[in-house]
């Protein structure tokens, strides 16, 4: 990228200050460009474990358990009314 027209235009200004603007532009828009990557990067990696989660047969069992359990509890605790359930049907 060349600065020769920046430069022209500030021509009367002290060429430090010319070099810091035009160096920030640049490392500015890099360090803009190298946040936006490691976020893309951050979000693929969380959408990829959640997929894999989502898939997985684990939270399956956990929740058929689950019910059996509360199921036992419940016949447990409650044994009258699962006798007259059974005598209705």
């Known amino acids: 990228m060349s600065s020769q027209p920046f430069m ?4 009367g200004m002290n060429n430090q200050y010319t070099r810091r603007e035009v160096f ?9 460009r190298f946040w936006e990557r490691e976020i893309g990067k951050q979000t693929y990696y969380r959408e990829s474990e959640e997929h894999r989660l989502g898939r997985s047969a684990l939270r399956k ?18 044994p009258e009314d699962t006798e007259k359930q059974t005598n209705v049907g």
Do not use: A, I, P
């Open 61 to 78: 069992l956990r929740e058929e358990w689950k019910q059996k359990l509360e199921t036992k509890l419940r016949l447990r605790n409650n």
């Open 24 to 32: 920030c532009r640049n490392t500015c828009h890099d360090l803009k």
């Open 8 to 11: 022209r235009l500030f021509s």
